[in-house]
T-cell receptor, first 115, second 116 residues
Framework: DTGVSQNPRHKITKRGQNVTFRCDPISEHNRLYWYRQTLGQGPEFLTY????????KSRLLSDRFSAERPKGSFSTLEIQRTEQGDSAMYLCASSFTGGTLYGYTFGSGTRLTVV | AQTVTQSQPEMSVQEAETVTLSCTYD???????LFWYKQPPSRQMILVIRQEAYKQQNATENRFSVNFQKAAKSFSLKISDSQLGDAAMYFCAYRPHQGGSEKLVFGKGTKLTVNP
């Protein structure tokens, strides 16, 4: 297993378009997390899944954002009607239950630029 | 709400010397976890060191150690014998022990430069 994989690495989109990112976690990990990191800031929590269940959502996750994890494997994060403020690095991480105690395994992120 | 503050946006150190990165946090919880993560340029974030708040002893991992001052809500990272590969953004993070939330709260980060 090569770690957490995120695709695409970079995405440039026009304002108002929809975008979807994919995250493939480490196969044995049952928890998957999404974070957003804007320039000069630390990562901000968006949501997390245990298997296929979405257990927590941040208030940052507006109605334009939706995340899924069908069958508890890969996850997708969709942003509808993108805005310039959505430009950021979107980080995915995975872990076993209780993984925050030992650290998540992060992916390299998807950098979104909204023009 | 819990907050994490890293007051040093940038730090630099000479190779082989020691540097300390500062972190303070605000919480009303008594039991929690603190972390330091490293994010090299264009690479994924990795865990450097972890501290459980109920433990008095400061955590150490090879050249990395922390100075955990619970009463002062301070959690600094010391890097000894700095190496060029230590150059990265360093993020301090907090998570409560109870409450079921898996959310890590990160500071804004400190950019560490290591000079040869």
């Amino acid at each position: 297993d090569t770690g957490v994989s995120q695709n695409p690495r970079h995405k440039i989109t026009k304002r108002g378009q929809n975008v979807t990112f994919r995250c493939d976690p480490i196969s044995e990990h049952n928890r998957l997390y999404w974070y957003r990191q804007t320039l000069g800031q630390g990562p901000e929590f968006l949501t997390y899944f245990q298997n296929e269940a979405q257990l927590e959502k941040s208030r940052l996750l507006s109605d334009r954002f939706s995340a899924e994890r069908p069958k508890g494997s890969f996850s997708t994060l969709e942003i509808q009607r993108t805005e310039q403020g959505d430009s950021a690095m979107y980080l995915c991480a995975s872990s076993f239950t209780g993984g925050t105690l030992y650290g998540y395994t992060f992916g390299s992120g998807t950098r979104l630029t909204v023009v | 709400a819990q907050t994490v503050t890293q007051s040093q946006p940038e730090m630099s150190v000479q190779e082989a010397e020691t540097v300390t990165l500062s972190c303070t946090y605000d919480t009303s919880e008594s039991d929690y976890y603190l972390f330091w993560y490293k994010q090299p340029p264009s690479r994924q974030m990795i865990l450097v060191i972890r501290q459980e708040a109920y433990k008095q002893q400061n955590a150490t991992e090879n050249r990395f150690s922390v100075n955990f001052q619970k009463a002062a809500k301070s959690f600094s990272l010391k890097i000894s014998d700095s190496q060029l590969g230590d150059a990265a953004m360093y993020f301090c993070a907090y998570r409560p022990h109870q409450g079921g939330s898996e959310k890590l709260v990160f500071g804004k980060g400190t950019k560490l430069t290591v000079n040869p």
